[in-house]
């Protein structure tokens, strides 16, 4: 028996997807010796629906297969996209639990999620299917797990960037560098995207 691979699963609507994703994606692959980690993006996530438009999948798509072009380790994954409907994160891993039978699964989350995971859905089977990667984040340091869940903590840089003001500076003419790669401002400039709206 060979050693099993190390997947971490990083979610999110990656709209759009910036340095501050990709830091914690570097860091908790590192931090938990992860061989690589899929950043899933979300077709419909359930905790954002009505709340504000979001740009179409395909294009929250584009922007982080540009973001990770070239990153050893990390790789973008349209996995909720094909499956289409809600995201639910129980959903992907069980999915990814059959697809890639030789690998432990890691579901990578910032300690401000961690703090809401008594209101997912299907709770107890993340338990069953995948560790748990805490990323601390700006106000919710300390936040882990409830009783029952196999987790470690890495820390990563505390870079305070939004995605919500991202777009407010697409929209406003702000510059964008540093804040995203310059394939996803390119992206982001070729598709029009935040010109309008939220």
Same mark, same amino acid.
């Given at each position: 028996?060979?050693?099993?691979?190390?997947?971490?699963?990083?979610?999110?609507?990656?709209?759009?997807?910036?340095?501050?994703?990709?830091?914690?994606?570097?860091?908790?692959?590192?931090?938990?010796?992860?061989?690589?980690?899929?950043?899933?993006?979300?077709?419909?996530?359930?905790?954002?629906?009505?709340?504000?438009?979001?740009?179409?999948?395909?294009?929250?798509?584009?922007?982080?297969?540009?973001? +990770?072009?070239? @990153?050893?380790? !990390?790789?973008? #994954?349209?996995?909720? /996209? %094909?499956?289409?409907? $809600?995201?639910?994160?129980?959903?992907?891993?069980?999915?990814?639990?059959?697809?890639?039978?030789?690998?432990?699964?890691?579901?990578?989350?910032?300690?401000?999620?961690?703090?809401?995971?008594?209101?997912?859905?299907?709770?107890?089977?993340?338990?069953?299917?995948?560790?748990?990667?805490?990323?601390?984040?700006?106000?919710?340091?300390?936040?882990?797990?409830?009783?029952?869940?196999?987790?470690? +903590?890495?820390? @990563?840089?505390? !870079?305070?960037? #939004?995605?919500?003001? /991202? %777009?407010?500076?697409? $929209?406003?003419?702000?510059?964008?560098?540093?804040?995203?790669?310059?394939?996803?401002?390119?992206?982001?400039?070729?598709?029009?995207?935040?010109?309008?709206?939220?």
């Amino acid at each position: 028996m060979g050693r099993r691979e190390r997947v971490g699963i990083f979610g999110g609507t990656f709209d759009p997807p910036h340095v501050g994703h990709l830091v914690a994606a570097l860091n908790a692959r590192h931090g938990a010796r992860l061989d690589r980690v899929l950043l899933v993006v979300a077709n419909e996530p359930w905790q954002k629906l009505g709340v504000r438009d979001l740009s179409p999948a395909a294009d929250r798509l584009a922007m982080v297969d540009a973001a +990770v072009d070239g @990153v050893e380790g !990390l790789a973008a #994954s349209d996995i909720e /996209i %094909r499956r289409g409907g $809600r995201s639910y994160t129980a959903d992907t891993l069980a999915q990814l639990h059959d697809e890639l039978p030789g690998a432990d699964l890691f579901l990578i989350l910032g300690s401000d999620a961690v703090a809401g995971l008594p209101t997912w859905e299907h709770t107890e089977r993340l338990k069953e299917l995948a560790d748990i990667v805490v990323v601390d984040r700006p106000g919710t340091e300390g936040a882990r797990p409830p009783e029952g869940y196999r987790y470690e +903590v890495v820390e @990563v840089p505390q !870079l305070e960037i #939004s995605s919500t003001d /991202i %777009r407010a500076r697409v $929209r406003d003419g702000r510059p964008l560098d540093y804040l995203l790669p310059r394939d996803v401002i390119a992206c982001v400039l070729g598709r029009g995207l935040y010109r309008d709206g939220a």
